[in-house]
T-cell receptor
Framework: NAGVTQTPKFQVLKTGQSMTLQCAQD?????MSWYRQDPGMGLRLIHY???????DQGEVPNGYNVSRSTTEDFPLRLLSAAPSQTSVYFC??????????????FGSGTRLTVV | AQTVTQSQPEMSVQEAETVTLSCTYD???????LFWYKQPPSRQMILVIR??????QNATENRFSVNFQKAAKSFSLKISDSQLGDTAMYFC??????????FGQGTRLTINP
């Protein structure tokens, strides 16, 4: 099925551990983003990419790293997990807004708990 | 900076009633898009409806429609003939370019039988 695939769906980490959240899309979308969702705060942008080899920071980038070596994949790395990074993480992709105006397609999310 | 505000943290209506969710936004750009996303308990983010700022006509998708007031920077969502399956968190979002969406805080909508 076409769409955005995120893995894992759930993860528990210990403080200081590192991990990578995987995101893949098969719609040939140029634009991909990572958001985190916290209660009462909506979704906030962590990092985004406008194409392979191009990434930039969003609103809350500290503690996270990204790379975009292919159009399809956009992994999010937690360098040294902290309890403040406990959240639900969403990956999303879209074609260029000004061309299509579709809106983003979201993955099913990863619930991350840091203890 | 772009901001999106949803002033109703929670709403509750009876099945078959009409409900309106409020959203206000702020941007200095003239070309942008507005969206309503639904997030049911499954956590999936589902696009409900979208509006292009340069279009004056309000968008409609079946039982869902918007009231887009560009001068007032208001973008409300009306759900007609509400159904139990409409129970979810609803997010208003502002998009400028493809780099990012700015989300409101969300409104938790409960449809009661």
């Amino acid at each position: 099925n076409a769409g955005v695939t995120q893995t894992p769906k759930f993860q528990v980490l210990k403080t200081g551990q590192s991990m990578t959240l995987q995101c893949a899309q098969d719609m040939n979308h140029e634009y991909m983003s990572w958001y985190r969702q916290d209660p009462g705060m909506g979704l906030r942008l962590i990092h985004y990419s406008v194409g392979a080899g191009i990434t930039d920071q969003g609103e809350v980038p500290n503690g996270y790293n990204v790379s975009r070596s292919t159009t399809e994949d956009f992994p999010l790395r937690l360098l040294s997990a902290a309890p403040s990074q406990t959240s639900v993480y969403f990956c999303a992709s879209t074609e260029a807004f000004l061309r299509a105006g579709y809106g983003y397609t979201f993955g099913s999310g990863t619930r991350l708990t840091v203890v | 900076a772009q901001t999106v505000t949803q002033s109703q943290p929670e709403m509750s209506v009876q099945e078959a009633e009409t409900v309106t969710l409020s959203c206000t936004y702020d941007t200095s750009e003239s070309n942008y898009y507005l969206f309503w996303y639904k997030q049911p308990p499954s956590r999936q983010m589902i696009l409900v409806i979208r509006q292009e700022a340069y279009k004056q006509q309000n968008a409609t998708e079946n039982r869902f429609s918007v009231n887009f007031q560009k001068a007032a920077k208001s973008f409300s969502l009306k759900i007609s003939d509400s159904q139990l399956g409409d129970t979810a968190m609803y997010f208003c979002a502002l998009g400028q370019g493809a780099q990012k969406l700015v989300f409101g805080q969300g409104t938790r909508l409960t449809i009661n039988p």
